[in-house]
């Protein structure tokens, strides 16, 4: 063995310690950054290669790096994956449901209750003073602005059912984006491990890609052999190695074509028809996605979702008030002996922005028996109940399921949130861990420098001083 | 590795427990600055529908008491003209009482008790027309006066007999608030002219308390030797004002009942929305205060344990 195997030994050492300690500075460097996974580098003692001879023993010549790992844990990112495209629909469903019941301004003077309230009590006013044109006026006034605000309600829910549907069709353009990116990462990760350079940070970015994407459209993650990944939603991939496969949200772009769209038809819906959906953009296949923001958002757009359904009672309750209130204002002809309807319903339209005021003259209102001073009409379609009734049921409604979804919200962000301290927890960077280590592989590499000096004052020794004895 | 207390999971951890802490401070200064504990109907969906219903009831009530206000002008209107027509009515039968005494009066001074009779007629008559607002109060539905004159001196009733003028003051009551003129005054029983019919001795066979005060007044004038036969119709008469007078006053009483309960009804609604909807102020002061401090204290924890790592200690 040579007498210089030693230095070299010392050598390894000093690069290997130097490799370590530019390991602990990456992760030093990284401690904020998202998604960035710790990194260790693993030694291994080199093995003696020398035949024994007379003077030793064969033993080991120094030290080399095998690799620097990625302290990942594939199954904690998974579950964080999977646990926040949960979180990520019911956060979506919730939000619609808040954003719903802004809209309905109950309780409150503000509100519809109030609005149906001073419609009925001003026939009272009318059936005390059958003969006074001002309690008829006030009558008038009150029920146009009952049927505005029913419309304008209404309109309210349209128009977030429309916001919706377009945030729908934005972020499947986001998924597309990120599945391209996911893709290319997989082909730089690839290449990078074929030809032996570490991938570890482009594998840290891909996580991060990864993870955005379930909280968009769920989906489930497969790693492959060659270092790739594929994504899979609803059984078919949306990533496969470098490829990718579009989605696109189908479907009417309108409430009433939602609710006017009916049953499915023999050869399926057309891209532009039928409820929202998720479909793949090449074949208009739905994808089948249950998880991620996007599928919260389609689950809200569907025909049972907050939106649709809202805007359902608000046609309910137009029906219910015009029916009730016409059943008894026609019961009796006017005092120019013409029977009429109070409300009207204006065809073509949804019952809710269809409703009008067909009375628009004081003298054509019925209040009683005709050629009388007598409110015995008006009287009764005071005391009409249907239609503040199914209004305080559907504000209960909603009440109702809004508190629950946005519990159910609360209750799958909570899981998302162990789910991500338990892969930071494993993943993330630990400054006092890194300072020991620093001061580890410091010391390590002080020792090598010093093992180096000694064995070069030993070769000194060898070299210079023997001979000399007695010079 | 579970356990492993790592930099960036400590500030996610304590960036969720501030956010936590600051949105139940939000919450309790939303109530606060509302007043109102319910704001929408997910914060309660049972006191959303209380308050709903609570709030309709008072609208209602609000409604009610209008109504009870009006009916409590109409039977005030009702009660005074009745009062009126019975002053009137006592002085027509002392008169008839003085005309009845034929032989200790001249001609002149029958005609004077005539012209008084008749005068005394014309006053209930315009009694009988009394209006409210516009409005007959004697005359139930119809849109004219109670009593018109005809040509030939009798009077024809326009109400409609049955069609009576109600006024809801509860959920359940409706009280009626006109009265039947043709029950207090009276109708004439007239053929085809107008003229009142009469039978084979020349009696009227049914008048009105107006062609009752005439006819007294003409056989008066005309000295006619048995006037008292018709004190026994103006009693009658007398009795049906005084029988409607105390009916007036049971309703009357009624609705002034009913102001009274609608009142200290619209005292417990408000109470009602508000121990339904308000928010506890005294508790949520002290909610608050306790809040700000926890709030605080996590602020304070959460700067203590960011802030040291090894390196402060490496040297």
Redesign the interface.
């Known amino acids: 063995m040579s007498s210089f195997a030693a230095l070299n030994g010392a050598y390894t050492s000093l690069n290997a310690q130097r490799i370590a300690l530019e390991a602990v500075g990456q992760n030093i460097s990284n401690?904020?950054t998202p998604g960035y996974t710790r990194q260790r580098v693993s030694l291994e003692a080199i093995t003696g290669g020398t035949q024994p001879t007379m003077t030793g023993t064969a033993r080991g010549i120094g030290v080399r790096v095998t690799s620097i790992e990625r302290l990942g844990d594939v199954f904690a990112e998974n579950k964080l994956r999977s646990q926040t495209s949960s979180a990520s629909r019911l956060e979506a469903v919730a939000g619609s449901?808040?954003l719903l019941?802004?809209s309905?301004k109950?309780?409150g003077?503000k509100g519809l209750?109030?609005g149906l309230?001073?419609f009925f009590?001003s026939w009272?006013?009318v059936?005390?003073?059958p003969?006074?044109t001002a309690a008829k006026s006030v009558l008038l006034g009150n029920a146009s602005s009952l049927v505005a605000s029913i419309a304008d309600s209404y309109r309210a829910a349209e128009g977030q059912w429309v916001a919706t549907r377009e945030q729908a069709a934005a972020i499947a353009d986001d998924v597309n984006t990120t599945a391209v990116a996911v893709a290319d990462l997989n082909a730089r990760i690839r290449d990078a491990q074929v030809s032996g350079v570490p991938a570890n940070e482009l594998i840290d970015q891909r996580g991060v890609l990864l993870t955005g994407l379930a909280a968009l459209v769920g989906g489930e993650v497969r790693t492959r052999t060659d270092g790739t990944i594929d994504v899979m939603v609803g059984g078919n991939a949306l990533v496969r190695g470098d490829q990718t496969y579009a989605v696109a949200v189908h479907g009417t772009s309108s409430l009433a074509g939602l609710t006017t769209a009916g049953s499915v038809p023999d050869d399926g819906w057309g891209s532009h028809e039928g409820p929202p959906r998720l479909v793949w953009a090449a074949s208009g296949d739905t994808t089948g996605a249950t998880g991620g923001r996007l599928a919260g958002l389609v689950d809200t757009l569907a025909t049972d979702g907050p939106f649709a359904g809202m805007a359902a009672s608000y046609d309910a309750l137009a029906t219910t008030i015009a029916t009730e209130v016409n059943a008894l204002h026609s019961s009796l002809p006017g005092h120019d002996g013409v029977t009429r309807d109070f409300f009207s319903l204006a065809p073509g339209l949804n019952p809710a922005l269809g409703l009008q005021v067909a009375v628009t003259d004081i003298a054509h209102l019925t209040t009683?028996?005709p050629?009388?001073?007598?409110g015995s009409i008006a009287?009764g379609i005071?005391k009409l109940t249907g239609a503040?009734d199914l209004w305080?049921g559907a504000?209960?409604d909603?009440?109702?399921s809004?508190?629950a979804a946005?519990r159910r919200a609360e209750a799958a962000e909570h899981t998302r949130?162990i789910a991500?301290?338990?892969l930071?927890?494993?993943t993330?960077?630990?400054?006092?861990e890194e300072?020991?280590n620093l001061?580890m592989y410091q010391r390590a590499y002080e020792a090598a420098a010093r093992v180096l000096t000694t064995v070069d004052e030993m070769l000194d020794t060898l070299i210079n001083r023997t001979g000399v004895v007695g010079r | 590795?579970?356990?492993?207390?790592?930099?960036?999971?400590l500030?996610?951890?304590s960036l969720?427990q501030l956010q936590e802490n600051i949105s139940r401070m939000a919450q309790l200064q939303e109530r606060l600055t509302t007043g109102k504990v319910?704001l929408?109907?997910?914060?309660?969906?049972a006191a959303?529908?209380d308050?709903?219903?609570l709030?309709?009831d008072q609208?209602?009530t609000?409604?009610y008491s209008?109504?009870a206000a009006?009916g409590d002008a109409w039977l005030t209107t009702v009660d005074g003209a009745l009062g009126d027509a019975l002053t009137s009515l006592r002085r027509a039968r002392d008169l008839t009482v003085q005309g009845a005494n034929t032989g200790s009066q001249g001609p002149s001074s029958r005609a004077a008790i005539a012209d008084e009779l008749r005068a005394t007629a014309d006053s209930l008559l315009e009694v009988a027309n009394t209006t409210y607002?516009?409005?007959s109060v004697f005359a139930?539905?119809?849109?004219q006066p109670a009593y018109t004159t005809t040509a030939a001196g009798t009077v024809t009733y326009t109400g409609?007999t049955g069609?009576e003028v109600?006024?809801?003051v509860s959920d359940t009551t409706s009280v009626r608030v006109d009265s039947a003129g043709s029950d207090v005054f009276g109708v004439d029983v007239v053929d085809a002219n107008g003229e009142l019919v009469r039978d084979a001795s020349g009696e009227a066979v049914g008048m009105s308390v107006f062609s009752l005060l005439r006819e007294v007044a003409a056989k008066v004038e005309a000295g006619d030797e048995d006037v008292s036969r018709f004190l026994g119709d103006l009693d009658s008469r007398l009795n049906a004002m005084l029988g409607e007078v105390g009916s007036v006053g049971t309703r009357h009483k009624q609705v002034l009942q009913a102001q009274d309960t609608i009142a200290a009804r619209q005292i417990t609604l408000t109470n009602q929305v508000s121990s339904v909807?308000d928010a506890d102020l005294a508790q949520t002061i002290v909610d608050l205060q306790i809040q700000e401090v926890s709030y605080q204290a996590a602020l304070g924890a959460t700067s203590r344990v960011l802030q040291p790592?090894?390196?402060d200690f490496?040297r």
Do not use: K
């Not at chain 1, 993330?428 to 006092?432: H, N």
């Not at chain 2, 590795?1 to 999971?9: A, C, N, P």
């Open positions: 401690v904020n449901w808040r019941e802004t309905v109950e309780p003077e209750a109030a309230d001073t009590t009272q006013d059936a005390n003073r003969d006074d009683g028996v050629g009388e001073v007598e009287s005071s503040r305080g504000v209960v909603l009440g109702v809004t508190r946005v949130g991500e301290s338990q930071l927890s494993h993330a960077v630990d400054l006092d300072s020991v001061v | 590795m579970i356990g492993r207390v790592t930099q960036q999971g500030q996610r951890a969720v319910v929408r109907p997910s914060d309660d969906p959303t529908v308050a709903m219903r709030r309709a609208r209602a609000a409604q209008r109504n009006d607002l516009g409005r139930g539905t119809s849109t409609r069609a109600l006024r809801q909807e790592s090894l390196l490496l």
